[in-house]
């Protein structure tokens, strides 16, 4: 009785676990159809070959990654120090608007961007492009530097630091020599998460880009609007085989 | 001392204030301002936005959205129980099964959505599959309606739900569950009586970190319910493009944060095992 439960709970569990992963495997399968419509009728690199050479997805993509990389690089280092100097320190009002930033639905996050940026540009004579979406980015990838650089820091003995200062160190060269390469690895996996949310934003970056600055998801969701080609499912299994790898190595760091 | 701490704070600062509080502040100021002939506002203070706001016809939105956020968070406890309390059980493979439950949530919101689309469309997998086997003569609407809005939200948020679900789960005393048996509680009174009643915090933490972001939901239901399952955050996002009416846009925004705050406040109070 009681292993007949345990075996109808671990039923139920492969049930849920399909359901999770279910979808996205049979997107990636049918990025491999020789077929336009829903029907298997072979494989084939067809839908590959075709986004590749698509000039829109590749103009498009890689204004994702200039945006991805370069939001990353900033909100990385502005997020690190951010982590770093309210380890001991407290700062409660700019703490809890880097919470408050990460429960904003991301609708209401881009509408008050944009309204913002038209304001300042009354003032400024530039448009809506990439430094829009970049600035938007790394407002909203802070947040998630701060708290996995700050869940590293928690395990960092103090005492390190305190002992580097004895010994001459000053402030400076106490993060920088000392506690830095220590917290490394938890700044790696910030890095790449941050990068991800970045790649893969479509509702706020929608708002504020401006016509030179479609991003991959704008495009996807284009295409997706349209209706069926199995060129975004070829995409979709790039950016998901892409982004798990990254997420993967970023769980990887986290826990070591 | 920490002189060096104080200016390290200062970048974040200053891209919290500018990039986010700020612009924030702006739609306040908007909401109260008067829309333009040809979109924008105009310097003309007025509630109108906030008094539109309580039009029956926004009602029934706000309605349909509470509606879908918590039929949403009900099925993610219905289905993500039973799957926190078989993680919780495995022993060595937990850290692979948790992984396996994260891991879709990291990859691509878009695509994941994209993937309900593809399989729920008339010509999507599902209705061909249906019809090659000469079950249906015509494809089944099983896109654009609530149900698949509800369907991807479910996919979406499940991850929130099992994460607190199974760290609630992992610190329950399996000692409880067998003084439970010893004194003669049969399994369905243990769980309805000892587990879920232990388990309430993760319960709580998990619903409220599904119906959060269901209630802000705006790319779910463009996609899945294709404009005939409007939410708040459509009805927001169209404010700002094809109504061009910013000042209630910026109204029903700054409506749907106060409603999202009000729930998170009301939640932290009574998290006392910090499950946030």
Redesign the interface.
Known sequence: MKGG?RAG??L??VF??L???L??L??AL?SFNASR???WQGFSLHWYQEAFHDAELAESTWNSLIIAAVATVLST???T??A??????R?PV?SN??Y??L??????????????Y??VFRFLHVQLGMHTVI??H??FS?AYV?IVVMARLRTVDAKLEEAALDLGAN??QA?RFVTLPVIWPGVIAAAL?AF?VSF?D??ITS?VAGVDSETL?MA??AL??RG?SPM??AI?AV??FG??VL??VS?RLRSA | M?????W??A???I??VS??????A??LF?SFLTRGNYG?VVLDWSSDSYRRLADPLYGMILLRTFWIAGVSSLLCML??F??A???S?SGARKNL?L??????F???????T??????L?D???IN?ALQ?MGLIHSPLPLLYNDGAVILGLV?SY??FMVLPLYATLERLDPNLLEAAADLGAK?GATLMRVILPLCAPGIRAGTVLVF??C?????TPD?LGGGKSVMA?NL??NQ?TNARD?PF??AA??A??AI??LL?LAFVRSDQEGLL
């Open positions: 439960r709970l671990a139920y569990a849920a676990l359901f999770l992963h979808p996205l049979i997107l049918f419509f829903t029907v280092v502005i997020g120090l951010c770093y100097g309210l380890w001991k320190r700062a700019l608007s880097l408050l930033s429960v904003t639905p991301e609708i209401v996050t881009g509408i008050s961007l944009l309204a913002f038209q304001w600035l938007a790394i407002s802070i701060v402030e400076w993060f998460l991800t893969d479509y509702v708002l998801p996807i969701y997706a609007r069926v975004v499912n979709s950016i998901v982004l798990g997420i993967l769980e | 920490n002189r060096l701490r104080a390290f704070l970048p974040s600062w891209v919290t990039l986010f509080l700020v612009p924030l702006i739609i908007y924008g289905l993500g039973p799957l309390l078989f993680i059980r099964y992984s396996l439950v994260i891991l879709p990291w990859t691509s919101f878009l695509v994941r994209y993937a309900w689309m593809f399989l469309r010509t999507g997998l061909t090659s996919y499940l991850p399994p959060i972001p209630l802000g939901a705006y790319l996609l955050g927001i996002q700002f910013w846009g910026s925004a700054l749907l944060m999202v705050m998170l």
